[in-house]
């Protein structure tokens, strides 16, 4: 998982924020509610997971675009696909890409509820039969979609291909050949658009709760992940995101 990390970052975060700070700033409690609020932007509905800066430097849309990554170490490349869905075809597309991958799969879940007190946190589970994993994964589908500070990765390192949802509601599809997967996103009418930007590339904000990071404690149980699989990493993200505790 640490290639996709890194990549993310790379990616992401090279977009600091203008010195004249967020455009959250300006706001009033009710321009701030009525943004908050807001789930669609055109065609495009928005998970509760997280909400773009009130200048919509970057209005959310669907589409997704191809980029590589290239391991700093080895210098190798991997084609990456990056893609955003609205929220109602977005779980059930999410499904669709994973079941590509094989009978038999690995999983990272990942956590940021615990910013303070250990960064972002991994736990990896290897050898999982797809159709208990897409089982505990509809279990869960609310948690998944709305919750800010959850993402889950499944992968075959045997192709070596991976697909991550992750917490800004993502797609990140990582390997060779992906033709199969862009035939899986066209077909749920998530065309390629080379040059979209995503609500990750400019000021945004995460929404969580309570009892999202309760939820995320049973999901850890269901999928196995009860004991030490994982360590504490930097938290993703920088000077252009926010967050924010309670969902709305």
């Known amino acids: 998982m640490s290639y996709l990390n890194r990549f993310f970052q790379e990616v992401f975060d090279n977009n600091p924020l203008p010195s004249t700070g967020s455009s959250f700033d300006q706001a009033t409690d009710a321009q701030m509610a009525a943004h908050l609020q807001t789930d669609q932007y055109d065609s495009f509905h928005l998970t509760e997971a997280i909400r773009p800066a009130m200048d919509l430097k970057i ?6 675009r191809h980029d590589t990554y290239v391991d700093q170490e080895t210098k190798a490349k991997v084609p990456v696909i990056m893609a955003a869905a609205s929220r109602e075809q977005l779980f059930p597309l999410f499904i669709r890409l994973i079941q590509r991958l094989g009978p038999v799969v690995d999983v ?3 956590s940021s509820h615990t910013q303070g007190e250990g960064g972002h946190v991994d736990l990896y589970r290897e050898h999982i039969d797809m159709p208990v994993l897409t089982s505990i994964l509809w279990d869960y589908e609310d948690l998944l979609l709305n919750d800010g500070c959850t993402g889950i990765a499944v992968l075959n390192p045997n192709t070596p291909q991976e697909i991550q949802f992750e917490e800004h509601k993502l797609l990140i599809i990582y390997g060779s050949p992906l033709e199969p997967f862009e035939f ?3 077909s749920h009418g998530v ?5 979209i930007k995503f609500i990750t590339e400019a000021e945004h904000i995460h929404s969580s709760s309570d009892e999202f990071a309760e939820q995320f404690s049973q999901l850890k149980t269901a999928l196995g992940l009860d004991g030490d699989h994982g ?3 930097q938290t993703r993200g920088g000077d252009n995101e ?7």
């Open 59 to 64: 209005k959310p849309s669907q589409g997704y």
């Open 108 to 110: 990272v879940l990942e």
């Open 184 to 186: 899986t996103l066209e």
């Open 191 to 195: 065309g390629e658009n080379e040059g």
């Open 231 to 233: 360590m504490p990493k």
């Open 242 to 248: 926010e967050e924010y505790g309670e969902t709305f």
